[in-house]
């Protein structure tokens, strides 16, 4: 078992999850061994044993358990590492009531799911603890699953800490905000409402008899009440209902009976805190002496004193906040120059008051986020107000951590808070990464099957061909030959089969050989105007509206005029019953928002628009119609490319189609092309010499195609007709059949060769030797090579496979019968 497990490529590093995985006996887990584990589970633990982010998977619908080492560091010695191929109900008994909804979610293929700061109480060693989590549920892709998903990849991280720390601040910065409206606070509270505890600091405990200590972890509500006077008691307990019902602030006078018998008049001020949903969940506030008050106005100096010390106190708290604060807190000018900031700043980025206050925040900020800093400064000027922004400062050392900034005008300073976002912002980017490469393994499987639809329909082809050609041969054996012209021609139709499919392919692909030129959109339609009708039939009406202002589009006419015949043909199937088929092109100008949305460059453009009044297209359907192979016609009447070629060719030329469409509302696809910029010149007419085909035979042509059946093919038609043929079958032997032959007048050339030089090299050292020397390019996949685009110069021309050699015999003609 542990030599098979080491030849299981997909597990070699994850440290000593790795390891533990590679030396357990899985046979006997309901999982098997990792050689029969489906292909989306491998890809998934691949990934997560190579990160050193914290990642679990839960496969199948038990959801057995994965995870690795960065995850390890999160689980007790209890459950690790027993947690291994268990299934989560076992596991993770305890958060099953938080998780399992998620789980199930994403198993029935509803999409992932993502929480920020989640409470996953989970016990660690025996011990029950509220802990905070940032993770998300992403589907782990499997065809063999029910709905599609064969389990459930989990990045994650605990933020405990951080929640923690930011409810801690987030009570201090209350508290102190009530002594300030205040004006004079002797003890502070925060009553926590749904588990009925309140947590004091120590003069509040004192002066309500509780202790400290047990005020500080949190004490009941009623041990506080306890030393309220009994003819007070009722009033304060309907007014912090009140507040409790309405949400109004509390401010209420009662007694205290202190334990020596004496009372003390104390003001209690302080507001209910609501969630989301309208719950009450807590109640911080202040209490205040008020005693002086009530006994005499002779004690006013006094009671002046007592205020004194109440707002030393008051700034005290401030202070505390200050200096505890882990948030960056800084008084700035309205230049940016350092007036105040507090220690936080040494802790986190290593500066000190001192160095900072010869600074200005500018002199910190990343240069790239400069620019977007000096525009929120300018906001700022135009429109004074709160703002938040997020930039990177550097530290001491020469780091740059994230921040997340909240600034607040105060005359001529800005009050500013910044908290370090940095580590949020890498852990974002980490699941990002994980996400990608999950998606990749996706794409890897929709190759599987765009290959598959291909062999099927190749083979059907080749078959036609090899069939035909069988039966050729045995009755040529036979002596006869009164049926060789009809499996000569199904062998022909097989052949032009292929090269449509192939040609189908390279479109969606964008790898077609395109040959874009000026061309007038309105005049390319009017002069298919009469084969759309004949298309469309009687039972539909159709409509031609030619923009007057519709640009010239740079295109490759052909390849558009397939483009809209495919466009209208699948009107046509929408409208079975009959209906109204609109073309019409307009001018179109997208600037960079829709472009971006658009994906293509900002500019002008030729927009062309087949719209029907058909069935309509439902949206999971329209995300798919340009995916090749995918048809929703029945078996046999569509091959599932004809709108996968239109995408490609948009997409190769620079432009985009879009699809708009409700069912029974119709469809619009809208055709983006680009505009043409320039002066438009009459296409050249090829002046043909004058000299007779008498003297084909004074011509010599050089074959280079490393494809000896190909090679031969051409070699013998040439030679048939009358040339004189020489041949090479790679790029070194065709230079060194140049060097030694005095007249080549065509080279033919395939455009990738073996030997080191592709077939756009060999042309530009011929032409090195011979400046006049025409080249005709034969290539299946022009892209391929890594030639460029510019196979077609002056005296060059290209052909693609497969070819008729008829077609071969003409272009050779017409390119050395023409004046160069």
């Given at each position: 078992m542990n030599r098979r497990m080491s030849e299981a490529g997909f597990l070699q590093g994850g440290g000593e999850l790795g390891a533990l995985i590679r030396s357990r006996d899985w046979s006997r887990t309901p999982l098997g061994i990792p050689e029969t584990w489906p292909q989306a589970l491998r890809t998934a633990v691949r990934l997560i044993l190579n990160t050193d982010h914290p990642m679990y998977i839960f496969w199948g619908a038990e959801g057995y358990c994965l995870y690795n080492d960065a995850y390890r560091q999160s689980i007790d010695s209890e459950r690790h590492p027993g947690a291994l191929g268990k299934p989560v109900r076992e596991v993770w008994s305890e958060i099953m009531p938080t998780i399992g909804p998620q789980i199930e979610q994403v198993?029935?293929?509803?999409?992932?799911?993502?929480?920020?700061?989640?409470?996953?109480?989970?016990?660690?060693?025996?011990?029950?603890?509220?802990?905070?989590?940032?993770?998300?549920?992403?589907?782990?892709?499997?065809?063999?699953?029910?709905?599609?998903?064969?389990?459930?990849?989990?990045?994650?991280?605990?933020?405990?800490?951080?929640?923690?720390?930011?409810?801690?601040?987030?009570?201090?910065?209350?508290?102190?905000?009530?002594?300030?409206?205040?004006?004079?606070?002797?003890?502070?509270?925060?009553?926590?409402?749904?588990?009925?505890?309140?947590f004091a600091d120590e003069r509040f405990a004192r002066l309500y008899g509780v202790d400290p200590e047990r005020a500080q972890r949190g004490a009941p509500f009623e041990e506080f009440l306890a030393s309220v006077h009994p003819d007070d008691l009722h009033d304060l307990r309907r007014s912090i209902d009140n507040c409790v019902a309405t949400g109004e602030p509390l401010s209420s006078e009662y007694r205290l009976v202190r334990p020596d018998n004496r009372e003390r008049w104390v003001l209690a001020q302080g507001r209910c805190i609501k969630d989301a949903h309208g719950k009450p969940v807590r109640f911080p506030g202040v209490s205040f002496d008020i005693s002086g008050r009530k006994r005499t106005e002779r004690k006013l100096q006094r009671l002046y004193e007592v205020m004194e010390d109440e707002v030393a106190q008051r700034t005290r708290e401030r202070d505390r906040v200050w200096q505890s604060s882990p948030d960056l807190i800084a008084v700035l000018l309205k230049d940016g120059t350092f007036f105040r900031t507090n220690p936080a700043w040494n802790t986190l980025l290593g500066w000190t008051e001192g160095t900072l206050n010869e600074l200005k925040v500018q002199d910190l900020i990343h240069a790239d986020d400069l620019m977007a800093f000096d525009l929120h400064m300018q906001r700022f000027a135009e429109s004074p107000g709160p703002m938040?922004?997020?930039?990177?400062?550097?530290?001491?050392?020469?780091?740059?951590?994230?921040?997340?900034?909240?600034?607040?005008?105060?005359?001529?300073?800005?009050?500013?808070?910044?908290?370090?976002?940095?580590?949020?912002?890498?852990?974002?980017?980490?699941?990002?990464?994980?996400?990608?490469?999950?998606?990749?393994?996706?794409?890897?499987?929709?190759?599987?099957?765009?290959?598959?639809?291909?062999?099927?329909?190749?083979?059907?082809?080749?078959?036609?061909?090899?069939?035909?050609?069988?039966?050729?041969?045995?009755?040529?054996?036979?002596?006869?030959?009164?049926?060789?012209?009809?499996?000569?021609?199904?062998?022909?139709?097989?052949v032009q089969r292929a090269s449509s499919l192939t040609h189908r392919l390279l479109a969606f692909s964008r790898r077609q050989t395109l040959a874009p030129k000026p061309t007038d959109i309105n005049r390319l339609i009017m002069e298919m105007s009469d084969?759309?009708?004949?298309?469309?039939?009687?039972?539909?009406?159709?409509?031609?509206?030619?923009?007057?202002?519709?640009?010239?589009?740079?295109?490759?006419?052909?390849?558009?005029?397939?483009?809209l015949l495919n466009l209208c043909i699948?009107?046509?199937?929408?409208?079975?019953?009959?209906?109204?088929?609109?073309?019409?092109?307009?001018?179109?100008?997208?600037?960079?928002?829709?472009?971006?949305?658009?994906?293509?460059?900002?500019?002008?453009?030729?927009?062309?628009?087949?719209?029907?009044?058909?069935?309509?297209?439902?949206?999971?359907?329209?995300?798919?119609?340009?995916?090749?192979?995918?048809?929703?016609?029945?078996?046999?009447?569509?091959?599932?490319?004809?709108?996968?070629?239109?995408?490609?060719?948009?997409?190769?030329?620079?432009?985009?189609?879009?699809?708009?469409?409700?069912?029974?509302?119709?469809?619009?696809?809208?055709?983006?092309?680009?505009?043409?910029?320039?002066?438009?010149?009459?296409?050249?007419?090829?002046?043909?010499?004058?000299?007779?085909?008498?003297?084909?035979?004074?011509?010599?042509?050089?074959?280079?195609?490393?494809?000896?059946?190909?090679?031969?093919?051409?070699?013998?038609?040439?030679?048939?007709?009358?040339?004189?043929?020489?041949?090479?079958?790679?790029?070194?032997?065709?230079?060194?059949?140049l060097k030694e032959m005095d007249e080549i007048h065509l080279l033919i050339t395939d455009v990738g060769l073996p030997g080191g030089l592709n077939g756009r090299q060999v042309a530009d050292a011929a032409r090195l030797l011979r400046p006049d020397l025409k080249v005709l390019f034969i290539t299946g996949y022009a892209a391929g090579a890594a030639v460029g685009t510019d196979l077609q110069e002056d005296n060059m021309q290209v052909i693609t496979k497969p070819f008729l050699m008829e077609t071969l015999s003409k272009a050779v003609h017409q390119m050395l019968n023409t004046r160069p």
């Open positions: 198993m029935r293929g509803d999409g992932a799911t993502w929480h920020v700061d989640q409470l996953v109480p989970i016990t660690r060693n025996g011990i029950k603890e509220d802990v905070y989590w940032t993770y998300s549920f992403s589907p782990i892709g499997d065809d063999e699953a029910p709905t599609g998903v064969g389990g459930v990849l989990v990045m994650c991280s605990e933020t405990t800490e951080q929640v923690v720390s930011c409810q801690q601040l987030a009570i201090s910065e209350e508290r102190l905000q009530l002594a300030l409206s205040a004006g004079g606070g002797i003890g502070t509270w925060d009553w926590d409402i749904p588990n009925n505890r309140v938040r922004f997020e930039n990177r400062i550097r530290s001491k050392q020469g780091e740059y951590r994230w921040q997340q900034w909240v600034v607040v005008p105060d005359e001529d300073q800005l009050y500013c808070i910044a908290r370090d976002i940095h580590d949020t912002r890498e852990n974002e980017a980490a699941l990002q990464s994980a996400q990608e490469a999950l998606r990749q393994s996706q794409k890897m499987e929709a190759v599987g099957q765009l290959t598959g639809g291909l062999a099927h329909d190749f083979n059907n082809m080749l078959m036609g061909i090899s069939g035909s050609l069988e039966v050729m041969q045995i009755d040529v054996h036979k002596g006869k030959i009164e049926r060789l012209d009809h499996y000569m021609a199904m062998a022909m139709k097989s084969m759309i009708l004949r298309t469309m039939g009687p039972s539909i009406a159709t409509d031609f509206a030619t923009g007057l202002d519709t640009p010239i589009a740079l295109i490759d006419s052909h390849q558009l005029e397939n483009a699948n009107a046509s199937d929408a409208m079975p019953d009959g209906g109204r088929l609109t073309v019409e092109t307009k001018s179109i100008w997208l600037d960079s928002r829709a472009a971006k949305a658009n994906d293509v460059a900002e500019g002008g453009y030729a927009l062309l628009t087949v719209t029907d009044t058909g069935v309509g297209i439902p949206p999971e359907v329209a995300s798919r119609v340009f995916e090749p192979f995918f048809t929703t016609k029945p078996t046999g009447e569509g091959t599932g490319l004809g709108l996968s070629m239109v995408y490609g060719f948009a997409r190769q030329s620079g432009g985009q189609i879009q699809i708009v469409s409700e069912p029974g509302q119709g469809t619009s696809m809208h055709l983006y092309l680009p505009r043409f910029i320039g002066v438009v010149e009459r296409d050249a007419v090829p002046e043909v010499s004058a000299g007779r085909q008498d003297f084909i035979d004074q011509k010599t042509v050089l074959v280079v195609d490393d494809e000896d059946i190909i090679r031969c093919l051409i070699t013998e038609m040439l030679r048939e007709t009358g040339y004189t043929v020489l041949e090479a079958a790679d790029g070194p032997t065709a230079l060194k059949r």
